[in-house]
């Protein structure tokens, strides 16, 4: 531990003003995909009803706490992204803050500074500093946490692990897994092992976080009658997940996301490569590597993510993983100081790899949320709307989720009135010709790409993997906007695509003539 370390009140005042810099031109997006399908949604019956139960949305069961932290933001500021973006940095900054601390506890002050610049500037992380989500914020109460657990200060492991899962369930993983690793350490040789009166303060402390969410699942039952989520959304993520073949594959995904997704191979590869180097010496000594109990506490955490998240969640989104890629980043820098003579070079290499990832989409299939794609998608969906709503306002629209949110709920950002919408779940061949069928029920169609689709894809010719996406990961390929046309029988009147993205306005001929019977109308 360094002899002198920054304050983290400088430290967070630092990051916060960095990390609003970096985001100006983000500042004013309206909403995005789940901001727009249930967190802002609930943080806005909060704000508007106080209750902690949405009814403007299915509930989910998430915990409140980021969800008030926004409707008490909203109340105080008004009800704007402005002031809900702004809400979500200030808990970005405090999470970064949370990784130097750690970083500085394991390993010192130049390790801290570096894992947290590569943090901030990990593509995922970047991209999540601005959304209304909760991941973020529950990850960085968990560093936070797993500080304390390291300084063996169990008051304070009680509170942040409980803060936590108050603001995302799966945050109870950490604790658990630490409570785990607490009782391996009980067959240790005694060398290792805590004593017992430690071991059990720890144990205590790690165990309190299930009373506020065990008190917090209580409530939501009492209130809708289930527990963990809408029957829908436990479906979804964890009845219809529990196959081994897909765990496998989802455990597979989740390791990649943890050390490779985005260029996070980069400092994964510069890890494995530096350690073929000997350490480098200060003074007659090797400079310290992070202790083997220490990167011992960062497996079993990452350990208990990934096979956890493999075997629930129907998507398998990479900020889920937000709460472990940041202790492999850690590890990653730490190696590269120790090792490395000209290690800052490569910590800049790291960084620069990272910064490109926010503009250049993978040969794979990824979620825009994690990198700069949400903004065209948002662009995108700002200016087909705007020009469905100026030229067909009366009429009924046939789209998809979450075009159908943004279309009936003027305060998402996209229109200034609520337009009709006729919902199918996406632009399939299957959906699309039953929708066909009953074609006099909408006017005209809000199309667009549900999922990012690259040009030149990594694994197009290996048609096995794509059945096995279709199957366990709900994949399915949209039709391109002249085949909708073609079929649905109307024409392409507006269209816009940008990096794999696209959206198209599709007028239907009865559509046609029924404007053109409104403007020849005395």
């Not at 009680?158 to 936590?164: G, H, K, N, P």
């Not at 003539?513 to 020849?520: G, L, M, Y």
Request: hydrophobic letters at 50%; glycine letters at 4%; proline letters at 7%.
């Amino acid at each position: 531990m360094p002899s002198r370390s920054l304050h983290p009140a400088l430290v967070f005042a630092v990051i916060l003003v960095a990390v609003f810099l970096l985001h100006l031109p983000l500042l004013q997006l309206p909403y995005f995909w789940d901001e727009a399908g249930y967190y802002v949604p609930a943080a806005r019956d909060i704000l508007l009803t106080g209750s902690l139960i949405p009814h403007s949305t299915p509930s989910n069961a998430h915990p409140p706490l980021v969800l008030a932290w926004l409707a008490l933001w909203w109340r105080c500021a008004g009800y704007a992204p402005l002031v809900t973006r702004s809400a979500m940095m200030v808990l970005a900054a405090f999470s970064l803050t949370g990784v130097f601390r750690l970083a500085e506890r394991v390993a010192n002050t130049q390790v801290a500074i570096a894992s947290t610049l590569c943090t901030a500037l990990y593509p995922v992380f970047f991209a999540q500093s601005s959304l209304a989500h909760v991941d973020l914020a529950a990850a960085g109460l968990t560093f936070w946490g797993l500080t304390a657990y390291l300084e063996d200060r169990p008051v304070s492991v009680a509170i942040w692990f409980s803060l936590a899962c108050l603001a995302k369930e799966t945050a109870i993983l950490a604790p658990a897994a630490l409570t785990g690793w607490e009782f391996v350490q009980r067959v240790l040789p005694p060398v290792t092992r805590p004593s017992q009166a430690t071991a059990l303060r720890r144990i205590l402390a790690l165990l309190t976080p299930l009373v506020p969410l065990i008190g917090w699942y209580l409530y939501h039952y009492s209130r809708t009658g289930y527990v963990l989520g809408n029957p829908e959304f436990f479906r979804y993520n964890v009845a219809a997940t529990l196959s081994f073949t897909r765990f496998l594959l989802a455990l597979g995904l989740r390791l990649w996301q943890s050390f490779g997704y985005l260029h996070l191979w980069v400092p994964t590869l510069g890890m494995l490569l530096a350690m073929l180097l000997p350490p480098r010496t200060e003074e007659g000594q090797e400079r310290p590597r992070i202790t083997v109990p220490v990167q011992m506490v960062f497996l079993v955490v990452l350990a208990a993510y990934a096979i956890a998240m493999a075997l629930i969640g129907g998507a398998v989104l990479a900020r889920y993983m937000l709460s472990v890629v940041p202790l492999v980043i850690i590890v990653a820098v730490s190696t590269l100081w120790r090792r490395l003579r000209f290690w800052p070079i490569a910590v800049g290499m790291v960084a620069l790899a990272f910064i490109a990832a926010w503009f250049w989409n993978p040969p794979y299939g990824f979620s825009p949320e994690d990198n700069l794609a949400y903004r065209g998608y948002i662009e995108l969906h700002q200016e087909g709307e705007r020009f469905l709503e100026a030229r067909y306002p009366m009429s009924r629209v046939l789209t998809a989720w979450p075009a159908s949110d943004e279309l009936t709920r003027p305060w998402l950002g996209y229109t200034t009135r609520p337009m009709r919408v006729v919902r199918i779940e996406d632009f399939s061949l299957d959906e699309v010709l039953s929708s066909a069928d009953f074609r006099s029920n909408f006017d005209v169609a809000l199309a667009f790409s549900t999922k990012y689709e690259p040009p030149r894809p990594l694994l197009d010719h290996w048609e096995k993997w794509e059945k096995l996406k279709t199957r366990f990961f709900g994949f399915h390929r949209d039709l391109p906007p002249a085949a909708l046309a073609h079929i649905l029988g109307g024409r392409i009147v507006f269209a816009d695509a940008r990096k794999g993205q696209w959206i198209a306005v599709i007028e239907l001929e009865h559509a046609e003539v029924q404007n053109a019977a409104i403007r020849v109308r005395p």
